[in-house]
């Protein structure tokens, strides 16, 4: 099984050339103006379904009008001046800064000036993965309360992640390829998102998730995730598997283990690594592709981790 990522590299200075593309990759509704004939647009975008990463950049003053991207966008501006005009608010960006370009469902508009920017799409079910309280209550729609990050450090936040998800995971074609490792990266850019743009999400453990937070709780978690290790599963699969909401089985891991859920999922992918890297021929297989195969993007830190927990680097088990 492959991950659905898509490369895509679109490069035009025909306005109705540019204008039909940019409608069927982000609204079919969206209206452009300004421009003249010749400027030129250049779109390069990763699309692995979850999400897409995309850096676009161009050569004139466009006036752009959404009415319903259907995900969460998040942009950096990297060398543009933009403006964008949102439910009753309207803002100026410079190079550098981020922000959301409408919230979702909600119709908005943007002056795009010469220069480049960077654009993230969000899929809305993925927030709705890490934002979710409980298997049978989930949260209406999340609603973002601001359009701009809470603090500047955060979009310095904002920034590491994609730059990492960008620089790790998408240009490398083994663990790009890897579903647990896309699955992984969709949920750190949602996390990020929840972290960075104030908004509604519950976070705060009820009375009932309190009770919850037991060591039954932890054994059904347990049973569940060495079950489906090799699935791309999220925290709140593992909740609905232990039958609480995703706040309790969080207590309950922190509580009995001193972890979190997803922390004592990745030893258990690092032990099954191991298992593999036992196992293998070292004339045809490798560490990173094992690695990726458990959902580990980066090299260097699986590496670090195998290190720490068996003593020896992961290519001397290989060799062995």
Same mark, same amino acid.
């Given at each position: 099984m492959t991950s659905p990522l898509h490369a895509q590299v679109f490069e035009s200075r025909d306005p109705a050339e540019i204008h039909e593309f940019l409608a069927a990759t982000y609204d079919p509704a969206l209206r452009l103006g300004g421009g003249e004939d010749g400027y030129r647009l250049v779109h390069r975008r990763v699309d692995t379904g979850p999400f897409a990463l995309a850096t676009t950049g161009q050569t004139a003053d466009l006036d752009i009008r959404v009415d319903d991207i259907g995900g969460l966008v998040v942009c950096r501006t990297r060398t543009a001046r933009v403006e964008r005009a949102c439910d009753g608010s309207a803002d100026r960006f410079d190079p550098g800064d981020v922000f959301l370009v409408t919230r979702p469902h909600l119709p908005g508009a943007l002056r795009w000036e010469p220069g480049e920017v960077e654009i993230c799409v969000l899929d809305l079910a993925v927030l709705a993965q890490v934002a979710t309280t409980a298997p /049978? &209550? &989930? +949260?209406?729609?999340? &609603?973002?309360?601001? %359009?701009? +990050? /809470?603090? +500047? /450090? %955060?979009a310095r936040q904002w920034r590491n992640t994609t730059r990492y998800i960008t620089d790790v995971v998408l240009t490398n074609p083994i663990t790009s390829a890897q579903p647990l490792v896309i699955g992984n990266a969709a949920r750190m850019l949602a996390a990020a998102a929840l972290t960075v743009f104030p908004n509604t999400a519950v976070t705060d453990p009820t009375t009932s998730d309190q009770r919850d937070a037991s060591p039954a709780t932890v054994r059904r978690a347990v049973a569940f995730m060495d079950e489906h290790a090799d699935q791309d599963i999220t925290a709140a699969d593992i909740a609905s598997a232990a039958g609480v909401s995703l706040r309790a089985v969080q207590l309950a891991f922190r509580r009995h283990l001193g972890t979190t859920p997803m922390a004592y999922l990745r030893r258990i992918r690092l032990d099954r690594a191991h298992h593999d890297l036992v196992r293998a021929d070292p004339r045809r297989d490798t560490v990173s592709a094992i690695a990726s195969r458990w959902g580990f993007a980066s090299h260097s830190r699986f590496t670090a981790r195998y290190h720490a927990s068996y003593g020896v680097p992961p290519r001397e088990t290989l060799n062995t």
């Open positions: /049978a &209550r &989930r +949260p209406g729609q999340i &609603r973002f309360t601001d %359009l701009g +990050p /809470a603090t +500047p /450090a %955060l």
